[in-house]
Protein backbone atom coordinates (compact mmCIF):
# COMPACT_ATOMS: atom_id res chain seq x y z
CA UNK A 1 0.00 0.00 0.00
CA UNK A 2 1.11 3.67 -0.53
CA UNK A 3 2.46 6.22 2.07
CA UNK A 4 0.27 9.25 1.09
CA UNK A 5 0.57 12.80 1.97
CA UNK A 6 -2.70 15.03 2.01
CA UNK A 7 -2.33 19.13 1.64
CA UNK A 8 -5.52 21.36 1.52
CA UNK A 9 -5.65 24.84 0.71
CA UNK A 10 -9.40 26.27 2.17
CA UNK A 11 -11.01 29.54 3.23
CA UNK A 12 -14.60 28.39 4.56
CA UNK A 13 -13.33 24.75 5.12
CA UNK A 14 -14.72 22.33 2.49
CA UNK A 15 -11.31 21.49 0.87
CA UNK A 16 -10.09 20.92 5.05
CA UNK A 17 -13.40 18.74 5.49
CA UNK A 18 -12.87 17.01 1.84
CA UNK A 19 -9.19 16.39 2.87
CA UNK A 20 -9.48 14.89 6.14
CA UNK A 21 -12.49 12.78 4.50
CA UNK A 22 -10.04 11.81 1.94
CA UNK A 23 -7.36 10.42 5.09
CA UNK A 24 -9.93 8.67 6.73
CA UNK A 25 -10.99 7.00 2.92
CA UNK A 26 -7.42 6.43 2.07
CA UNK A 27 -6.98 4.30 5.61
CA UNK A 28 -9.75 2.66 5.59
CA UNK A 29 -8.20 1.36 1.67
CA UNK A 30 -4.78 -0.10 3.50
CA UNK A 31 -2.84 3.48 2.58
CA UNK A 32 -0.76 5.09 5.21
CA UNK A 33 -2.16 9.24 4.80
CA UNK A 34 -1.48 12.07 6.47
CA UNK A 35 -2.80 15.02 6.85
CA UNK A 36 -0.41 17.56 6.47
CA UNK A 37 -2.03 21.08 8.00
CA UNK A 38 0.83 23.25 7.75
CA UNK A 39 3.02 21.57 5.09
CA UNK A 40 6.74 22.37 4.02
CA UNK A 41 8.91 21.18 1.18
CA UNK A 42 11.09 19.03 3.24
CA UNK A 43 8.16 16.79 4.14
CA UNK A 44 7.08 16.38 0.29
CA UNK A 45 10.05 16.45 -1.59
CA UNK A 46 12.03 14.04 -0.02
CA UNK A 47 10.83 10.46 -1.14
CA UNK A 48 9.29 10.68 -4.77
CA UNK A 49 7.61 6.99 -3.83
CA UNK A 50 5.22 9.15 -1.51
CA UNK A 51 2.15 10.40 -3.06
CA UNK A 52 1.05 13.73 -2.81
CA UNK A 53 -2.41 15.09 -2.76
CA UNK A 54 -3.72 18.25 -2.99
CA UNK A 55 -7.44 19.50 -2.32
CA UNK A 56 -7.97 23.39 -3.10
CA UNK A 57 -10.50 25.65 -3.42
CA UNK A 58 -9.46 29.08 -5.19
CA UNK A 59 -10.23 32.41 -3.51
CA UNK A 60 -10.14 35.80 -4.87
CA UNK A 61 -9.40 36.17 -8.48
CA UNK A 62 -7.92 32.77 -9.00
CA UNK A 63 -5.82 32.90 -6.14
CA UNK A 64 -4.21 30.12 -3.99
CA UNK A 65 -5.75 30.20 -0.55
CA UNK A 66 -3.69 31.64 2.64
CA UNK A 67 -2.86 28.39 4.53
CA UNK A 68 -1.50 26.89 1.11
CA UNK A 69 0.04 29.72 -0.67
CA UNK A 70 3.48 29.36 1.51
CA UNK A 71 4.41 25.75 0.55
CA UNK A 72 3.02 26.40 -3.21
CA UNK A 73 5.85 29.84 -2.83
CA UNK A 74 8.43 27.27 -1.08
CA UNK A 75 7.80 24.76 -3.81
CA UNK A 76 7.75 27.59 -6.79
CA UNK A 77 11.16 29.08 -5.33
CA UNK A 78 13.21 25.95 -4.11
CA UNK A 79 12.18 24.12 -7.51
CA UNK A 80 13.05 20.60 -6.05
CA UNK A 81 12.37 18.40 -8.67
CA UNK A 82 10.36 15.40 -7.86
CA UNK A 83 10.66 12.45 -10.49
CA UNK A 84 7.81 10.35 -10.89
CA UNK A 85 5.95 11.59 -7.35
CA UNK A 86 2.78 10.55 -7.86
CA UNK A 87 -0.11 13.33 -7.48
CA UNK A 88 -3.67 14.40 -8.10
CA UNK A 89 -5.32 17.47 -7.49
CA UNK A 90 -8.83 18.36 -6.93
CA UNK A 91 -9.74 21.52 -7.80
CA UNK A 92 -12.69 23.41 -6.16
CA UNK A 93 -14.02 26.62 -7.98
CA UNK A 94 -17.18 28.02 -9.04
CA UNK A 95 -17.34 28.47 -12.70
CA UNK A 96 -19.29 31.74 -12.35
CA UNK A 97 -15.71 33.40 -12.03
CA UNK A 98 -13.60 34.21 -14.73
CA UNK A 99 -10.67 31.97 -12.66
CA UNK A 100 -12.31 28.77 -12.01
CA UNK A 101 -10.66 26.53 -10.01
CA UNK A 102 -6.98 28.67 -10.70
CA UNK A 103 -5.82 27.52 -7.35
CA UNK A 104 -6.03 23.60 -8.16
CA UNK A 105 -4.59 23.73 -11.84
CA UNK A 106 -2.08 26.21 -10.36
CA UNK A 107 -0.73 23.20 -8.08
CA UNK A 108 -1.36 20.77 -11.18
CA UNK A 109 1.31 22.87 -13.19
CA UNK A 110 3.75 23.32 -10.72
CA UNK A 111 3.85 19.49 -9.90
CA UNK A 112 4.13 18.73 -13.60
CA UNK A 113 7.41 21.37 -14.06
CA UNK A 114 8.69 19.45 -11.01
CA UNK A 115 8.50 16.03 -13.08
CA UNK A 116 5.95 14.69 -10.91
CA UNK A 117 3.47 12.04 -12.18
CA UNK A 118 -0.06 13.50 -11.97
CA UNK A 119 -1.81 9.70 -11.55
CA UNK A 120 -5.44 10.47 -13.66
CA UNK A 121 -6.97 13.63 -14.72
CA UNK A 122 -7.57 16.77 -12.18
CA UNK A 123 -11.37 16.19 -10.46
CA UNK A 124 -13.05 19.56 -11.06
CA UNK A 125 -15.57 20.12 -8.79
CA UNK A 126 -17.98 23.31 -9.56
CA UNK A 127 -20.02 24.92 -7.06
CA UNK A 128 -22.60 26.03 -9.40
CA UNK A 129 -23.25 22.37 -10.01
CA UNK A 130 -22.43 20.38 -7.09
CA UNK A 131 -23.45 21.16 -3.83
CA UNK A 132 -22.53 18.08 -2.39
CA UNK A 133 -19.43 17.15 -3.57
CA UNK A 134 -18.33 14.08 -1.35
CA UNK A 135 -19.59 11.32 -3.33
CA UNK A 136 -17.74 12.95 -6.70
CA UNK A 137 -14.55 13.01 -4.58
CA UNK A 138 -14.88 9.56 -3.28
CA UNK A 139 -15.61 7.97 -6.92
CA UNK A 140 -12.68 9.97 -7.78
CA UNK A 141 -10.18 8.98 -5.04
CA UNK A 142 -10.83 5.56 -5.40
CA UNK A 143 -9.96 5.47 -8.98
CA UNK A 144 -6.69 7.55 -7.92
CA UNK A 145 -5.86 5.05 -4.95
CA UNK A 146 -6.25 1.88 -6.94
CA UNK A 147 -3.59 3.21 -9.54
CA UNK A 148 -0.94 3.54 -6.52
CA UNK A 149 -0.67 0.19 -5.98
Given at each position: ?7 F ?9 L ?14 A ?7 V ?108
Amino acid sequence: MAIIKVVFGSVNGNAQQLAEDAVEQLKAAGHQAELLRHPEVAQLAGDCSEALLVITSTTGQGDIPPNLLPLYEQLNDQFPLMPEKPYGVVALGDSSYEDFAEAGRSFDFLLKDLKARRVIPTLFIDACETLDPEEEVAQWLDQWQALLD
